[in-house]
């Protein structure tokens, strides 16, 4: 894997193909108790403080890999020179940084903040 510019920030980018299942990047580094820009959650109240390349993973809404306990996988095949990416409100309680999606334009704020969707608006097609 390789940190590459992405205009004023960084992603982590595979340098080979990754097929569907495969532990992509094993989550290390100093487990602390409250989140961080850089940190991951593995645990309630465990984010463990990443170390680079880690820390360059980006956030999607429509990601390439998920968190599971201390590794990232891969939910889907990766292509060499993919960005490694995984959906922020899906595995952080409380973003420390909040931030406005690129790609939705939603606010992600952590998975705390997300209202699911009431089934009486849901569209059922026969």
Not at 74 to 96: C, M, P, V, W
Request: glycine share 6%; aromatic share 8%; hydrophobic share 35%.
């Amino acid at each position: 894997m390789e940190v590459k510019a992405i205009g004023e920030m960084f992603g982590l980018f595979s340098t080979c193909s990754i097929a569907q299942g495969e532990i992509v990047l094993k989550i290390e580094g100093h487990i602390v108790s409250q989140p961080s820009r850089t940190t991951i959650q593995i645990g309630p109240s465990m984010h463990v403080e990443v170390e680079s390349p880690g820390k360059f993973i980006n956030h999607s809404c429509s990601p390439n890999c998920k968190v599971e306990n201390s590794e990232l996988i891969a939910i889907k095949s990766i292509a060499r020179g993919e960005e490694i990416t995984f959906n922020y409100q899906e595995s952080e309680d409380i973003l420390a940084h909040p931030f406005i999606c690129k790609d939705c334009d939603k606010w992600m704020k952590g998975k705390k903040f997300w209202k699911p969707i009431p089934a009486s608006a849901v569209e059922h097609v026969s």
